[in-house]
Each structure stands twice: as structure tokens, then as C-alpha cells.
């Protein structure tokens, strides 16, 4: 194989192909991901509409057209951005049939947990809300709501009168008797064992590193994890406490 | 590939393995659905109660139905209602699997002429029923059970308005004899309602009144409630048994009297002449006609009276002089199994009786008679008369089974071929509605509406407390459908609406919303009569029964306790609870004296042949001494053919019958009322020489002197003599006062160190040193096996409430049942003997004698238990409230823990029963708080320790710090009809179960104390009420079979 000698010209061979790079930037530009090369970015969505609206008020430089069938305010930025993190595949936490965003509920709203979860203080199991309890709100907005495809499918699953079939996060096994209520009534707020929710676009089970004595992790909703947190507390240890 | 050496292969491995095991060990991802629109008044989480009426029988018990998430998962008794009480039978704590049963229609199907099932909507369904009906004219029959008032009127409208028809109400069981009686003796067509509250001197006269008689669970509540030891001695209720058999009543007896079958009547009068020659010696005169009461008792001298029913004349003395001494004496009438040919007459020797003493108008009520057709078993004959001459076109049949329950001889099974249609709205298929040509499926009962009204005074509502699981519909709308299908006019003197408005309606004179929360109106005392003797009863005969069938034996058909006429076989829980008596689960056996057996040349399992004129049936031979040498005795109830466990399909046999169906060897004949004659044949007992292997749960009921179902006599109790103080604590001598007891704690006062006086309480060790010195409970219960008839009503509640699986003959047969509760029925003290090899089943009953205890064995909850130290994981351990606690998921069935259980309570998985158990739909009836077990792991008794976190959360919820005395009932407890189980907080001084305890101090021991166990439980012994004449009295002696000529 014939040498090349790159190690004699290496130097003059690396300030080449910077040079080139510099040249190529200066002509291509810095955005070179939307169509039309050149100075204006159109958006193709509604949520891109949402995008560039963002950059055109940060940098005045950019220039932004958005056609007129993509000027909505709905899909809200912030439902685009929740939409796009939940389909993430490398987000946490399982697709669900409905995008809710506890971020947007719980987060922004400011909606309190027990609203829809109304069973935690009174009964062993939390309750995940009706659709009724949604429709509730749901059904008092405007219509251009149900341009957000959860709304629609929400609005759907009333109309047939079809329950929403969620798929189940915080989930003990069956040999294990957890009464909600007694958390609740001690005082401890949901975040402890469900973490940031009012953050989550996607519930999944937090991570959690507990060090036992023994220098082991133990994650959320392991046995460890929460004997821990009894052992903490002064609760009952009691193996019949839970396992019966 | 030099940098990739060893270590960084094991750590690639390592971590792929792991990571491998852990998704592998990950749970599979489960839904969770809410509600579209979530009911207010449902906490998911938290059960709701809804009221309502049992109708497994017609004795029309209220009930609570305790549903989770919009689902019924267990019964009991509503407290409110007057006939039960807050208890529930066994039969009824088992209705809740009709709902649920595999079995059940899916929908209206219809039977091809080839026998091919297919299913049909309702629409269609009800038009082709209709388009019959119009054909048919006024050739219609309904023939169906007792439904309540509403429905029962419904109906008979129904019938008008589509155009004439018959209508018959037919129960197996009915009382028509006794109505009959009452009309001869009272001149009123009512059935007597008997009050045994408070009562002194009870005699019951075969009806079995604690078991299979007419109202089990109030009757048990009255006597048990004034038989109560506790109080001084002549005021405690004495009961007399008259009865051939040893049955669950004359095991409660004190005194039982076996005459020959069929003159228990004669016995009566016999009774009720020396009564009456006391009573008017003392200046009373019973009420109404002297002259016809004194020809009717003339001929009935004791002595004439013993030589005919084999009675001594001495006993009879003696009795009758105690029925007119006593304060509230009651007698009652016999039942089922002894309803001769003339038993008419025998009733009405007993409501005699109960004239002569002065109970009617107290313990005896006579109601007005009740609106609304009766059952009889006289239009069933005219019936089939109709039938069989082609004069019913439309058969419609519904809550009966008459093929099954109905005599061969009858001829309805012929009959039936010649009806045009037969509709059956049966909810479960059974032998009538498999030869039904359409079946229009009725609710359940806990899916329907529907009221109750068993006697004035007591109107109980039914409503549903689920969805309809299938596509079925209720009676009563499958009827109004049906006329309104036929047409406007037809429908026009019908309600519009659907059967709850009906009900409402009929309901409109209440608060219904009110009654419904209630479970019905309930006065204090319905409208009744006093009426005197009239002068009717002398146009009765009063002479022995005659008898069909040239054998030696008397056929006894036995109602059972727990199928009662076979309406329960197809449910797993009354097949497998085994008999109050015999211990046998799952099969039909034959009942004979040992003097019988051994001249027959036979043992148990031993097949016999038993022939009348009418069939013939092999049903294996049980013997004991508590049966007359002349009867042979077989449970009504097996011997079906249809029906997953009422049949042997549960085996893989489909098709196969299971056990016999002693109706088959019964004829069809009436007593003077006309109603049905159960005790009207003899048998002719040979043995076979084949054997069959009967599942039996209890061999012997010997319990050899061991600590185990006690008793004492009233006069030892009395003089506070107590035969087991120095049993108790033999390993634990109570400590001087004032000085520690190693490791004990205080040695509080009343330890009674050193100083033990009669009348002290005797405790031998505290149980509050077995709970946690923080912990506020330690908990135990007090059992009393005087209160104890055997019933096993607490033994189905513990299955339902705690998931436990039926495990079939086969698994019953390798003893393998895994109930947590069991009912140990032993015979006297028992004896030491010697065993050798595997011995077979024994029996020790002798006739006359009653000394048989009944003694709940579950879970002892040890202070010391055997169970905990020989774990190898630690899965069963003491708990800081002094339970024995077993945690399922950590154990790996090594079974040494049930090894060491002197009690033997433990049960072990040895099946996947949580895969094969529970056939669909069955697990919605799964108690969502009790884990499910799975195959290799044991489980046990837990005092019901979901009740207890649910009662401790509740209590803090309401801000108590702890629930209070009562707040806490085991299922066991809080379905006894007699209230024989008390459950609470022995670190309670107040608590019923301290309570109870010391008021009754002089009979409690603990089982097996010798072993220093600790046991939580205290039980109460049972007492034996002598009147100076031993135990029980052998009243006819052996009496051997006749030998045919």
C-alpha cells in the first residue's frame, strides 16, 4: 500500500480541511435544516409554527413565515412539546392511550392531586379519575380545544361511554396489602413515593436511591425502599402489616 | 482484542445475565381502568353494603351483601331483620356462587328436536314463547317454588291476562301436614310460628329444628340464648329430641327418645295425657274444646302409649309431667324426614300438646292465613294428570326441579313428554330445564328485584346488588314481556314498566328508600291468633303410619343440612363442607345401626343395595349407633346428573351421576292432607361385596381423653368442681405473688400464685404476654361448644371470605381439603385403644346417648407456637398483636411447620388451585383484601386479619386510635346462628371474649393445654343438663329389624 506520509503533512492536511469547514458554514449558513435555503424558515406544523414563533422572538435576525393554516394557537406550544417528549422513545415511562400531561394538570394548573385521586385519604386504593371527572372541565372549554388529539380521544371514549384503559405504573404485587390512606393521614406528600409528578409529561416510577445500611440501592416501590422509610418514620415493621 | 480480557467477560456476562433475570422478573404491565361515570356512593377500595333477602330457602332470611367495586363478595346476615339476626346459614353464606356459577345460561337458549342447543335473543325468545301461548288457549301451567308475594301475584295475573291457565305451586320440602294440622286443631289454614325465646322445656318431635327444620338460624339463636349456662340451674332450656336418627338437634339434646318410626305422634298424645292430667290437677283448663281434647287423649295412657313406640311409660310420665310444670314449654312438629302418612295426625298431636301446656299464644303463634296460593302437592298430581292427557300445551317451570326432587312414580317425567313446550327459567341448568324446550334464563338473586314475606309482620325486600353477568332477565319482566308480545289487550291488565316498578308499587304504602336501606319493614309482632282446640282435631285418626315395601328396614330420607332437597349440589362449597354428622364430603352414604352392619356382614365403604318397590340404589354403608337397628337412613340431595359439581363431571365423568337420589326409591304418596309422604317405605338392605372408598374428613369420633370438645355436668359446674385445673398450666406453675416469673413480665395479681380456691379464676398464664408490650391487643376468641350444633355456617363464611379453593372428591379422598376451619364432632370422652395399621373409620354413638360435642378447630394462634421456630425462611412468626402470621410469599413449602401443629390446622397448596380453582366467572366472587395463594405455599387460619387492618384503618380514620370492642367480627363469628364464637382483644378487660370468658370460668379450658402451647383460644365446655338420669337415655333399647315372613 502506497504511504501517504500523513504524518509528515499532517498539519498542512488538518488546517485544509478546517478551511474548507469555514467556508462551507459561511456559505451554508447556521440553519441549514429547514427548506428553502436561505434567510426564511417556514413552518410545516403547528407546532413548528410554535417553534419558530419562539426563535423569532429571541433572535430578531431570523426570519420566520408560518402559512396561515398553521397560524393556531392550538395545539398550545406547551401540548407540542409535552406530545413530543411523551413519544420520545427514550423518555421514561410507557406510551398511554391518552397523552395526559400531569405537567400541564398538575404542574401548570396547579390542580391538586386528591381532585382526581380522590380516594387516597379515604380509602386502601388511590382511584384513578372517571372520565366523567374530566369531562367535567373538559366539556365547559372551547371547541378549538379538540384540536389536541387527546381531547378528541377523550371526548370519544365519553361518547361511546368507554373506559380509559391506562396503563398501570405504581403497581405493588399481588401478595402485598397497601393501604393508601394510612400514607395520606401520616402526612407525606405524594411526591415522596411518586416523585416530581407536576413535572412529568409521562408518569413513570422515579428513580430512587436509598442506601440501605448495608451500602445496597433500592428503587421505588421495592420492599427495601419502603421498610426504609418505616424504619425512618416509626411505622409498623410488622411483616402482617402488609403481607396477608 | 488484547484489552478485552477476563474480567472485563465476566462483567459483560454478569451484567447481561442480570439484566436478563430482572426484565425477565419484571411484572407483565396491567391495566387500570376507572369508571366512565364512578358511582357516588362507590370508594374503589372500600366495600357498600346493600340490604337484601336470602332466598336459598323460604325461610327468607335478610341479608347484607357486602360488595367491592360494584361486585358481591360475601354474605351475611342483616342484623335488623328479625328472622335471622345479623346470622346466615350455611346454605345461604353459599348462595353467593349461584351468581357466579360456571355453569349458569349465558343466555335464552333453545333445544332442538335433536337435542342441539342454541342460543337466542331475548325478542326472539319471547316471541316464540308468546306465539305458543297464543295457540295454547288456556292449556297453560306454571308450576314453580315459592316466590315471594309481589312476584307470586304477578304471576297469577299474568296467567288471567294471557288467557286462563293452571297455576301450582310445588315445594319439595312443604308444610303441608302442619298447615293441615293447624286447621284440624286451631281451625286455622296458617303454619304455626314457634317462639323458643326464654323457653325452659323444648321438645321437638323429629323436626331437626336446628339443622334442617324450619327456620335453623333463629331457632338456634332462641334456644342456645335461653339455654345459656350461665344461668342457674333449672331455668336453663332443656331440650327433648323424638327421632330415630341421631341428627344435628339430638346432638344438642338432653334427653332423646327414639320410638318407632312414624309413632311419634302416638308419643305426643301419650305426653300431652299425663300434661293434661297435671295441668287440670293444678286448676288450669286448656283453651277451647275439653270434651275433644279429653276423647282424643283417652285411648293414649303411657302405658298403652309405651308399648307402641317402644318409649319407656316412665319417661313419658316424667315428661309430661316437666311440660306442665314448666314455665314456657313448646313442642314442635316433626319435619321432613318423618312426615308419614299420617302425619297430619302426628301434627297435629304435637299442636295438641302445645294447647294442653298452655304455649299457644306464647311460644306458639298461630298467623291469619296467608293470601296467595300454597304449595301442594295435590294439584302437582292433578298436574300431571293434565299433563299426561295432552291438557297442557305450555309447561312453564320455574325455581323447582321437578324431575329431580319429584318421585319416579309420580309419572311427571312421562307426563313431561306429552306438554307441547316446556319453558324452564331455571338460572343453571338442572335435570328439568335440560329437557326444557326453550329456557329463558331468571336472574340471580343477587342480580334481581323481588320481596319476602315469611310470616305477618316480616316484609323483606330483594333488590340487585350487581349488573346481570349474562344476558338474563328477571322472572317477573320475562313474563310482563311475554304478554305484552301477545298483544295490547293481553298486556292491558298488566302493569306497564318493568318488575321493579312493580315492586315499588306494591311498596308504595312504605318509604321505599328507607326500606331498602332497612332490608324491609319489620314490625314488632305481625297480627297472630290464640286460638283454642277446636273441635276438628276429633275427626282425626291418630294410629301408626302405614309403610310400602315388604324389607326390613325403614327408609328414612333425610333432608341434608347443607343441599337441603339438592338445590345445593351444583355448589363446590356445600359438596365439599363435609356433613354435620357423618363427616362426609362430596358423595351419598347409607346410614345403619353397627347391629345392622355387622348382620349384614358389612363395614364403612362397604357397598349396600337398597331395594323398595319403587327402585333400587348402591350407595355405600356408613354405620353408627345412633340410628334405630330398624332404619336405614340416606340424605336427600345427591344423585344428580346435570351440573359441573352437582354431578361427577367434576371428575371428568360427565354424564355420571354422583351418589344416589334416595327420591328415586320413594314413592308418590300423600298423607291425610294430601301433601307428599317422605317417611312411607321400607327397604330390603343387602350388601354387595364391592366397596367404595368414602371421602370422610373425620374417621372417629373418639376423642381418646384428649383435651379436645369437653363437657361437664350442670352440677359439677354448679359446685364449681372443675376437672381440668390441673390440666391447665401443668408446665406453667403460676407464680407466688409479688415475684417475677422469668421473662414474664409483671406477675400480676391475680396470677392466683400458690393460693388456688374453688371459685378463683384459673388462669394459668396471660395471654397479654404473648402480644408486644407496646402493642394494645393481643387477640384471642372464646368458643362455646355448648352453643355449638355442628351447623357449619362459619366453615363456608371462612371459604368465601378468605379464598379458599375447593379441591374436588379426589382431593378430599387424599385429605387434602383445604378449609381453614373445621367442625370436630366427637362422642363422649372417648377411650384409649390400641391401633394398629390403619384402622378404618369408627363410630362410638350409642342410641339414646347424647354426650356428642361439636368444637370449631382452627388456628390456635399460640403463644408458644409449635409452627414458628421449626420455619426455615421465617414465613410464619409471631406478630407484635400476638397472631401467628403467615406470609405467603416468602414461604418455600418445606411443610414442617404443619408437622409440628398439634392441631393439625395448617393447609397446605399442593395445587395450583389459584389457576384451576376458580372456574370464569368465579374470580369476580374472589375477596379482593386476601391474597390469592398459589401452588407450595401453606396457609391458615388468620383471624381474619383483612377485617382487622380494615376495622384499625376505619378506627383511625374516624380519628380512634383503636377500634372498639365489637368493631372486629371473624367471618366465623359473625355468621353463627348461635353465637358460639366470640372474637376480640384479650388485653381488654371489658372485651366479650374476657368477658364472656369469666362469667362462664368454670367451663373454659383450652385444647391440647398440656402441650404448653399458649393457644389465644378459650373454649367453653359443653354441659351436660342431667336430671338425675346420667346423660341421655336409652330410651328403646335394641330393637332388631323385622325379619319379613
Redesign the interface.
Known sequence: MRSIHLTRSLPAFLSALAAAGLLAWAILGESASHADVGSTLVAGSVCEAHELKALAAEDPHVSVEIPKEFDKSFPTREACLSHAAAEDPDSPG?LQPIQFSHKHHAGTYEIDCQYCH??TD????A???????CMGCHNQFPKEYDQLEGIRTLKE??EA????????IH?L???V?F????HV?AGFDCQRCHGAVETMDKVYLTEDTIWWPWGLPSKKLEMGWCIDCHRENGA?Q????C?? | MSEFDRREFLKIIGVGAGGAAASACSDPVEKLIPWVIQPEEITPGLPVIYASTCQECTTGCGLHVRTREARPIKLEGNPEHPVNRGALCARGQASIGRTYHPDRYRSPVERGADGSISALTWEEATAKVASAIKAAGSKVAVLGGQTGPTLSALIDSWLDAVGGGTRVVYEPFAREALREASTAVFGVASEPIFDLTDTDYVIDFGGDMLGTGASPVEHSRQLMGARDARRERGRAARLVYVGPRLDETASASDEWLAPKPGTEGLLALGIARVAYDAVRASGRTPAGDVDAIESVLKPFGPDSVASRTGVPAEAIRRIGSAMAAADRPVALPPGVALTSRRATATNAAVLLLDAVVGAVGRAVTIPPPSEGPVASFRDVAKLIDAMRSGDVSVLLVHDTNPIYSLPPDSGFAEALEKVGLVVSFASMPDETSERAGLVLPDHTTLETWGDASPRPGVRSLVQPTIRPIFDTQSLGDSLLAIARALGQERAAGLPSGSFRAVIESAWSDTDFRAALKRGGEFSETGASLAPGVSPGIARLEFKEPTFEGDGSFVLLPVPSPLLTDGRGANLPWLQETPDPITKIAWQSWAEVSETAAAELGVTPGDVLSIETPYGEAKVPVWPRGGIRDDVVALAIGQGHQVGRYASAAQEGAEGRVRGASVISLLPSLTDESGGRAWLAAKARVTATGSFQRLPFTQGTDNKRGRLLGESISLVALAKGESPWAPNQGAFMAAAPHGEEHGGNGDASDDHGGGHEGPHEIRRAFDPSDDSEDGDPFRWGMTIDVDKCTGCSACVVACTVENNIPMVGEEGVLRNRQMSWLRIERFVGDGYQQLQTGRPGPQNHEALGDTDVRNSPMLCQQCGAAPCEPVCPVFATYHTPSGLNGMIYNRCIGTRYCSNNCPYKVRRFNWFDYQITGWPEPMPLMLNPDVTVRGQGVMEKCTFCVQRMQAARQDAKSAGRDVPEDGAIQTACQQTCPSGAIVFGNLKDEKSRVNTVAEENAGRAYRALHVLNTRPAIQYLAKVKREEGHGTGHAAAGPVRPEKSA
Open positions: 410507557p380522590s380516594g379515604v380509602s386502601p386504593a382511584g384513578v379519575p372517571s372520565v366523567e371527572l371514549h365519553w361511554k368507554e373506559p380509559i384503559q391506562w396503563e398501570q403497581r404485587p399481588e401478595h396489602q393501604q393508601h390512606r394510612a393521614r409498623s410488622d411483616c402482617y402489616a403481607h396477608y
